[in-house]
């Protein structure tokens, strides 16, 4: 069992909400048994189909860890600093145009690495942030270890740069 903080504690509150339907004794059950819920839902939520569960954990995901995995893109690009500048501007497959550095997908940042000279600690990063995203955009559920390493990310940005 660990402590539960920041954007773990945020999540996994968002995951009770959700699985609970919003029924307010479903989620003081889910609560009360969180971490249980976080590695394995199935058991707890005998209320829903698998699918439901399922749809409902993607749902808090998406809710819960998508802003995270997007505020640390934005923390990634700024870490890189000017090595994003020496890609702007560039158009992409869809014929969008960038030219700002905020502008800049995890995508292009994956399609650029080689010119952007990453570290190792920052190519992890990517391929972490980029994974977990892409994930969620093809509406696969999240692995407890992608979640736990994205939520701890946050604290992690001091010694990134």
């Known amino acids: 069992m660990y402590l539960m903080t920041g954007a773990l504690l945020e ?11 919003g029924d307010p004794e479903r989620c003081a059950h889910l609560c009360k048994h969180i971490h249980e819920v976080l590695r394995d839902s199935t058991n707890l939520c005998d ?18 860890i998508q802003p995270v ?19 702007l501007p ?15 997908e995890l995508r292009h940042l994956v399609f650029y690495k080689a010119q952007l000279t990453l570290s190792t600690v920052e190519q992890q990063l990517l391929d ?13 559920v999240l692995s407890e270890e992608q979640i736990t ?4 990310l946050a604290g992690k940005w001091s010694t990134v740069r």
């Open 69 to 87: 995995i997007e505020e640390q893109r934005l923390k990634l690009i700024d870490g890189l600093g000017v090595r994003v500048n020496r890609i």
């Open 149 to 152: 390493g994205i939520a701890k």
């Open 90 to 104: 560039f158009d992409d497959e869809y014929h969008n145009t960038f030219t700002k550095p905020h502008e800049v």
């Open 47 to 64: 209320w829903l189909t698998e699918a439901e569960i399922q749809w409902r954990i993607h749902a808090a995901q998406l809710r819960g």
């Open 128 to 140: 972490q942030l980029y994974e977990a995203r892409n994930d969620l955009s093809h509406l696969r």
């Open 11 to 21: 999540y996994a509150a968002i995951l009770c909400e959700e699985l609970s339907g």
